[in-house]
Antibody, heavy 119, light 110 residues
């Protein structure tokens, strides 16, 4: 059974940093694109970043380019999101999601981890 | 900023049908597969439809998807109280490039 478990969320001050982790199990992690998706309070889903199976390609939503870095450790079956220069508008539940294929949607999601950016 | 437009809300009685539209463009739906997701607050989103009209195993055939040009549609028949949730379409945007979700539709079962 596929499991995606996020961790690392919490309260951080504006301008601060945080590193999110996602532990994956139940599938061959290094065969799939992985992503981070977030949902701000009262808002809809927003895709944040994608990373290819071997980490050679990464894509980001414009609002996080230069501040967030997606990475993965295939030996540890783990996905990461390093977030720096955090802003209030980054406050959201962050979900780890597994892509079905390069051209398809997300078939498995974690339950999310809450990031709150506030002073 | 979503580039896929959905109606904010829809409602129907139990047993009835709802059809949720998702309007995109040539760089999104016109060029890529569409997926649909069901999201209940506080839970993990669930994939309902992928590659425009395919259902993952375990998703009942009450849920259906279609795509035409730059628009897509999710249909839910035999509406149940458990279907009350937010529904999102999603597609790759080749102009960004990046994945985009729809604005979301809240379905209420009357």
């Amino acid at each position: 059974e596929v499991h995606l478990v996020e961790s690392g969320g919490g309260l951080v001050q504006p301008g601060g940093s945080l590193r999110l982790s996602c532990a994956a199990s139940g599938f061959t992690f290094n065969n799939y694109w992985m992503s981070w998706v977030r949902q701000a309070p009262g808002k809809g889903l927003e895709w944040v970043a994608n990373i290819k199976q071997d980490g050679s390609e990464k894509f980001y939503v414009d609002s996080v380019k230069g501040r967030f870095t997606i990475s993965r450790d295939n030996a540890e079956n783990s996905l990461y999101l390093q977030m720096t220069s955090l802003r209030a508008e980054d406050t959201a539940v962050y979900y780890c999601a597994k892509k079905m294929s390069s051209s398809s949607g997300y078939d498995y999601w974690g339950h999310g981890t809450l990031v709150t950016v506030s002073s | 900023q979503s580039v896929l437009t959905q109606p904010p809300s829809m409602s129907a009685a139990p047993g009835q049908k709802v059809t949720i539209s998702c309007s995109g463009s040539s760089s999104t739906i016109g060029s890529s597969y569409v997926s649909w997701y069901q999201h209940l607050p506080g839970t993990a989103p669930k994939l309902l439809i992928y590659e425009n009209n395919k259902r993952p195993s375990g998703i009942p055939d009450r849920f259906s998807g279609s795509k035409s040009g730059t628009s897509a549609t999710l249909g839910i028949t035999g509406l149940q109280t458990g279907d009350e949730a937010d529904y999102y379409c999603g597609s790759w945007d080749i102009s960004l490039p990046g994945y985009v979700f729809g604005t979301g539709t809240k379905v209420t079962v009357l």
